[in-house]
C-alpha cells in the first residue's frame, strides 16, 4: 500500500508539471521550475547545494500534506509525504530512503538519516504527543529515546524535561509573517543534555520546530505545511 501511495504521488507531480490550465502562466512556469528542483533535491538531498525557499503557491499547488526537513547532518533539505497516518501518527517518507514518524509533533523514529533513532516514550499527557493548548502544557516531563546500535542492542536514554515560558514571536512562514508562540524545551540524562524549539499558536499546533534526534548531537527543523 505504502509503494502504492508513492507511485500515486509520483504520478501527482507528473501531471501537475504537465498541466497548462490549472493556474495562471507566470505562475505555472515558476511552479512547475521550483517543482522540478524539489525533486532534483529529494535526490540529492545529502549533497551541499542552495537552500531552496518553499512558496505558499508551491503548497497550494501539490495540495497534498507537506513538511520541510533540514539538519546540521547529512540531510541538507527534503521535503516529504505522509504514506499513513494512524491516530495522531504520521509515516512520512522523501520517496529517496529518508523517513520520519511523528507522533502528533514529536518525531520519534527516523531512517536514512543518520540517527538511529528507534522510538521515543514520553509521559501520556505529553502536550508533544496530545494537542494542547500552549498554557495547559506542563512544565516538566520524562522521555526517554531509544536508539539502535552496530550490535543491534538497544540504546535507551532516559531525560528529565522542561519548558520555559512561551514567549510570542514574528516569524516568516511560506512568505507571510506569523505571530506564534517560541517555546524552548531543555531536556537532561546523567551524561547528555539537549534543547529542542517549538514555534506554536496557541492551541498547540506546533508549525516550526527544531528537535533533537541523536547522541551525535544532531537536530532536524521541520516546518509543517497543513
Known sequence: ?????????????????????????DKLNNTKSTLERLIELNKNSNQTKPIIDIKKEIVDYIQYPLIEVRSNDIIKQVLMIPLSTRDQVRYFTSG?????????????????????LISVEVDENSPLTNLKKIYDWPKNSNRIYNFSTPNFDINSINFKCKIENPIEEKILFLEEELYLFKIIEKCK??????????????QGNILKSIQWVSPKNIY???????
Open 1 to 25: 500500500m505504502a509503494l502504492k501511495n508513492l507511485i500515486l504521488i509520483k504520478l501527482l507531480i507528473f501531471l501537475l508539471l504537465a498541466s497548462c490550465s490549472i493556474i495562471e502562466s
Open 96 to 116: 529517496g530512503g529518508q523517513s520520519l514518524t511523528i507522533s502528533n509533533n514529536l518525531v520519534t523514529k527516523t531512517k536514512g538519516i543518520n540517527t538511529e
Open 189 to 202: 540524562s546523567k551524561n547528555l543534555d539537549f534543547k529542542n524549539v517549538y514555534w506554536s499558536n496557541i
Open 220 to 226: 532536524l527543523e521541520i516546518n509543517k505545511f497543513y
